[in-house]
């Protein structure tokens, strides 16, 4: 932006995610954008007088008209931003602005009997059901990703590292089907959030009391033309609060409910925030779980590792021999901001009175930063298993990096009938030792530890347990082969990919 443009007070773009690569470009974006939101106010709103109007409350004309007119398109977003600073929330100045855009007739049905919250809560969870859409989309995809490189590689033996070191071998397909568990476990949760998320409309302070007004009053007053019962019917109720004017109001937000494809709650939430909370939770266990893919394949995709590699890794502005692993590391990007964000829509749980000053203000931004990151890094995590490159003989000479010492726990549980277990993990641990200090193998320090062993006393008239010929170094070489002890690994593997 010029500086002339930036005095005139223009303001074109004012967030097009130059910093936020994670997001820029994907579905979750488009789906939370400024415009996005805007259109979610506009269907909560629209959404109201079509209610009413099928309860026999509004006029059909005035819900047609007020439908048409909430397009986001014809509204000034940035204008509708600067002048909710007056109000502290944007439904103040749309409702201003949509009801000018309808007839005058049509003009009483806008907004009728809601506040500001029932909107903007209610266009909040129509953004996250519609990016929650996104979200699970991507998860399935992922998920078959993850399925066909677990079949691919469920022989494919490598070491596994626990502490940052090598411990035990297993495979890559049981690897790659631990991730699936965890996306499919984050696909579960957002499904039964996605399923759960609740219109809100609850009036001034939850008690729906206006809504039950209007709902045996017309626009200019009780008796109205579009009251269920005629104001000369003989069985017609003394008050709004008759009731059948009550169960023509809980009546209303099934219907409400049902025009945005929304659940219906049991209560107003104004201040009872769970929803927020599980949605929140959702998102966050989803960033995680696929941090967890990302943080391993960025250990794997090390230069000194090479196990793993980005079929379409980044380069570098300055070093031109780089290949970056870049989805990787935004969905771990994303996977460290989304904990701080669930936490402030945790934190704005204990909102106070009907309808807390702050907390629910501070939930806005949050939410969409979270919609926004989760969805970018499933996005990233499609492509990134899509084109997931594995390399086994990689893994395979990382298997004898350490001579055998990745089978010191199977050498333990040969030798424990015979020596016990004690003093089979001192013999080995003397026989590490040598390999860690010198260019031996596991299989021939042991071969010359168990050379020194004094005979085992045992009873007279006992049989001496069977013992194999450890001590013949092709014996040894066969059992400290990392490729012979993952257990397990593959049943395990197989077992996951039952699940769907």
Known sequence: MSGAAHASGECPALDVGLLAPGRAGSPAEHATSDQAFLQAMLDAEA????????????????????????????????????????????VIPLVADLTAAVSPEAAPYVHRGATSQDILDTAAMLVAARTLDLLLADLTSLERELARLARVHRDTVMPGRTLT???????????????????????????????????????????????????????????????????????????????????????????????????????????????????????ALTAGALGKLAADVLTLSRTEIGELSEGAAGGSSAMPHKANPVRATLIAAAAQRAPAL?????????????????????????????????????????DLCAHL?????????????????????????????????????ALVSQAAAKVKAGTTTLAEALAAELSTLPPRPHAPDTPTPPVPDLTRLTELTELTDPTHWTGCAKVLTDRALKRR
């Open 389 to 425: 490159q594995v390399h086994p003989a990689t893994m395979r000479a990382h298997l004898d990096l350490t001579a055998g010492l990745l089978t010191s726990e199977r050498v333990v549980v040969e030798l424990t009938p015979t020596l016990g277990r004690a003093r089979a993990t």
């Open 47 to 90: 959404a109201l007088p079509r209610a009413q109007a099928a309860m026999g409350t509004a006029p059909a004309s005035a819900a047609a008209e007020v439908t048409a007119a909430a397009d986001a398109a014809c509204f000034d977003a940035r204008a509708l931003a600067v002048r909710a600073r007056a109000g502290g929330n944007p």
């Open 165 to 283: 070191q090598h411990a035990a071998p297993t495979t890559f397909g049981l690897k790659a089907a631990g991730w699936r568990a965890l996306v499919l476990d984050a696909r579960d949760r957002a499904a039964r959030v996605r399923g759960g998320l609740p219109v809100q409309l609850g009036g001034a302070v939850g008690t729906l009391a206006a809504v039950r007004a209007y709902g045996t009053a017309g626009p200019d007053g009780p008796r109205g033309p579009h009251a269920p019962h005629a104001p000369d019917a003989p069985d017609a109720p003394d008050a709004p609060d008759a009731p059948d004017a009550q169960d023509l109001t809980l009546r209303l937000i099934t219907t409400y409910a049902a025009e945005l494809n929304l659940s219906e709650p049991d209560l107003p939430w104004h201040t009872l925030r769970t929803p927020l909370a599980d949605l929140a939770a959702a998102l």
């Open 342 to 382: 669930a936490a402030t829509l945790y934190a704005s749980l204990p909102a106070a009175d009907e309808r807390p000053p702050g907390a629910w203000h501070a939930e806005w931004e949050p939410l969409r930063d979270l919609l926004r990151l989760v969805g970018g890094a499933a996005r990233d995590a499609v």
